[in-house]
């Protein structure tokens, strides 16, 4: 399943969240300000390098940058296992 929203918004969205600026952006991931630009308005995708580039400056899975619903899932492991909580299955 996957969400109504382009990448480009996925993007723009998860970047101010995170606090930063496609300036910071740019400097933590090492991908030029244009290019992060033009993904935030549509007007090109991303290689598979460079989603995963975005996704590990960003502290996201490539997941939730490409509107999957399995990505809620792995947030919300992701942040219970930041806050020290276990979660066993079965």
Do not use: C, W
Request: avoid cysteine; proline fraction near 2%; aromatic fraction near 4%.
């Amino acid at each position: 399943m996957k969400d109504e929203k382009t990448f480009g918004q996925r993007l723009r969205e998860t970047r101010i969240r995170a606090g930063l600026s496609q300036s910071d952006l740019e400097e933590i991931s090492g991908i030029p300000k244009a290019r992060l630009s033009r993904y935030e308005n549509g007007h090109v995708a991303p290689s598979i390098q460079t989603l995963e580039r975005l996704a590990g400056a960003l502290g996201v899975s490539e997941a939730s940058l490409l509107g999957d619903q399995r990505a809620i899932v792995e947030d919300f492991f992701h942040t219970m296992a930041e806050r020290g909580v276990r979660l066993q299955t079965g």
